[in-house]
């Protein structure tokens, strides 16, 4: 049968706002090529928003927006929903109600995901109807479909990557301008890629609402964004970054899932990493991640992580395909838990520390701070002293060993005397 003749597939479109309106705008001015693409057109039937008084200057109706976003995915009508509204409630609610009813999903919800993710998957199992998510993690970048499809006969030893782009921009700044965190955020506010509340991005919510969707694709475990170690970037200093450059590194808000043996360990932390590693040289708001399969080897992605158009090319990737499935009677892949790994706690995880310290410039000081060290089991890689005057900075980087070791020393090292004070500790990644 002819495109034009195949019954259109109806979307309901749940927000629009930054990128819910990328996506109307697609819809409209891509319409031949989608329809050529799916085999059948797309037609928008409605879209729900919170304020229907909002000018919004988009190619569409007014008559298709509604406040009543729960009679919209109701409709016996709708074939695919879209939710870009963001949160919790009323999101989860809604596309469960979608779900239920056998409706296509697609969202772009990373903060959902994370949380009740599980409750989603098995609601779509249950009706046998498509759950697909690409836009939550890393944007533009086709990401989750590679762990979920493309690699999914390798076995996945360790994903990492830079998937917030507000705190990359921040800490480029950092480092290429020498700014401190607050001016540094002040300007990404201005520019717009800090939003009014920056507390998601800079304290690492968001970063690890992303980490556990990798983690959990990739290690075929139900993780939640609870199951992350979270650090954000606000107590990165200047000299923190200055202490990087002077090891050939720069600092970056990592998010990293790696299997240890049956358990698998997730977190987000600011680490040190070296200026030539790929993620040291993705600057601005960028965002790249770095897998590492046991066939596949070592495998970079990387584009723009944020932005209405950037996400709504991924959201428009999914609803292509939910669209082909619902025409042919297929269905994605569902969820993968199988594995169900046990989450390694951080004091477990094997990481290697850079330490900074102010201490007394006079006999025996180093032997004690190497004491603290030994005590502990930690091997020192390096260190570096600069004296002035009776007083010396330290600076100590660590051979890998447990995290809960390398937290004990930094306790050990506050209580010695000759410490005047630890002026930092940071994780460094990518070294051998
Ligand atoms: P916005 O805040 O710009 O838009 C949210 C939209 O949801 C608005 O249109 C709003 O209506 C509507 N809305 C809010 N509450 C309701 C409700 N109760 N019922 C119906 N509609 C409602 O969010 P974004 O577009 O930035 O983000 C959307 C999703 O995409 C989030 O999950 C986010 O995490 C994700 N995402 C966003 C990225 C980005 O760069 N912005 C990147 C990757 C993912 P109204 O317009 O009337 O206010
Ligand atoms: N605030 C997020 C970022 C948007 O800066 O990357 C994309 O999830």
Known sequence: MAVADQRPLKVALLGCGTVGAEVVRLLHSSAGDLAARVGAPLELAGIAVRRLQKSRDLPVDDALFTTDAAALVARDDIDVVVEVIGGIEPARTLLLSALGSGKGVVTANKALLAEDGATLHAAARESGADLYYEASVAGAIPLLRPLRESLAGDHITRVMGIVNGTTNFVLTRMDEAGMGFAEALDEATALGYAEADPTADVEGFDAAAKAAILAGLAFHTRVTAGDVHREGI???????????????????????????????????????????????????????????????????????GAGGSPTASAVLGDLVAVARNTLSGARGAGESSYADLR????????????????????????????????????????????????????????????????????????????????????RVEGTE
């Open 234 to 304: 606000t107590e990165v200093t200047a000299a923190d970054v200055a202490s990087a450059k002077e090891m050939g590194c720069v600092v970056k808000l990592l998010a990293i899932a790696e299997k240890d043996g049956n358990a698998v360990g997730v977190r987000v932390h600011p680490a040190m990493i070296p200026r030539s590693h790929p993620l040291g040289t993705v600057r601005e708001a960028y965002n790249a991640v770095f897998v590492e399969g046991a066939s596949a080897g070592q495998l970079m992605f990387y584009g723009r």
């Open 343 to 426: 989450i390694q706690p951080m004091g477990e995880v094997v990481t290697r520390y850079h330490i900074s310290l102010d201490v007394a410039d006079k006999a025996g000081v180093l032997a004690a701070v190497a004491g603290a060290f030994a005590t502990h089991d930690v091997s020192i890689r390096t260190v570096r002293q600069e004296g002035h005057a009776g007083d010396a900075s330290l600076v100590v980087v660590t051979h890998t060993a447990t995290d809960a070791a390398l937290q004990a020393v930094v306790d050990e090292l506050r209580g010695l005397d000759t410490v005047r004070a630890v002026a930092s500790v940071m």
